[in-house]
């Protein structure tokens, strides 16, 4: 199966590849410059804890991050977690017998999740794209809990959307134009969020995983997206000694955090 096919079907539930092509197809119709937070990312895990670190890959989803990490690092390794059924399926098919990586189903809403891990101390804690559906409250008690978990020299990196409240017309202009190129790829055949849910409702494997998934989360989660200040302060008064962005778009920002 070639990229051009997983924009309209999926051959077969086997075929991980395949799903994990379709969700980051999906995915770069909203950011179209994700791999390169992703280079960066793994620039700055390199340059800190090295090129064998043991990762936490927070929100997981399909393992985005971890194909990406073991595919740079060989020697890493990585622990995923997440609560939705059906990326983890991905996850799961995509990974099977490679010992370098555990996965854990977990919610990141309920304040013991973190015993559910293997280890309890990580060299780095990724993610990208995921926190958001959390509130500020709920995601400030996360960044403590991770705080936790990450070794003194260790870092955390979240890419995520960090909306600046007090730039409204940059903002508007930012989005406007934004989500005109989106519209334009979509008519190129570009699957959308919904799209793509569709697709694994309608696959004999991951069809029960996805109505699970619904089950959970309803449509779409509906959290916070507080700026990158936000963030750096509340990271600083978890733990963290150092603070700042290594990255960013025009709407998207990846903040370090250094322990």
Known sequence: MTDADTTTTITTAADWRAWQVSWDR?????????????????????????????VLDLACGTGTITARLLARFPRATSTG??????????????FAGDERVSLVAADLKDPDWTARLPYGS?????????????????????????????RDGGVLMN???????????????????????????????????????????????????????????????DGDTPSAAWHARVL????????????CSPSDTLLLALK
Do not use: C, S
């Open 122 to 150: 990580y060299d780095a804690v990724l993610t990208a794209t995921a926190l958001h559906w959390l509130h500020a409250e709920p995601l400030a008690a996360l960044y403590g809990q991770v705080a936790e978990l990450v």
């Open 81 to 94: 977690v997440d609560l939705d059924p059906a990326l983890l399926a991905i996850a799961e098919g995509t």
């Open 236 to 247: 600083r008064e978890k733990g963290f000694g150092e603070v700042r962005p290594v990255w």
């Open 26 to 54: 999906q995915q770069e119709w909203y950011m179209p410059d994700r791999e390169q937070r992703f280079r960066t990312m793994l620039d700055m895990v390199e340059a800190l804890v090295g090129p064998a670190p043991r």
């Open 159 to 221: 890419a995520d959307h960090m909306i600046d409240e007090t730039t409204p017309r940059i903002n508007e202009a930012e989005r406007a134009q934004r989500h005109a190129q989106m519209e334009a790829a979509k008519r190129d055949g570009a699957l959308d969020w919904a799209q793509w849910w569709q697709l694994a409702a309608k696959d004999p494997v991951l069809a029960g995983p996805t109505a699970r998934r619904f089950e959970i989360y309803g449509e779409h989660a």
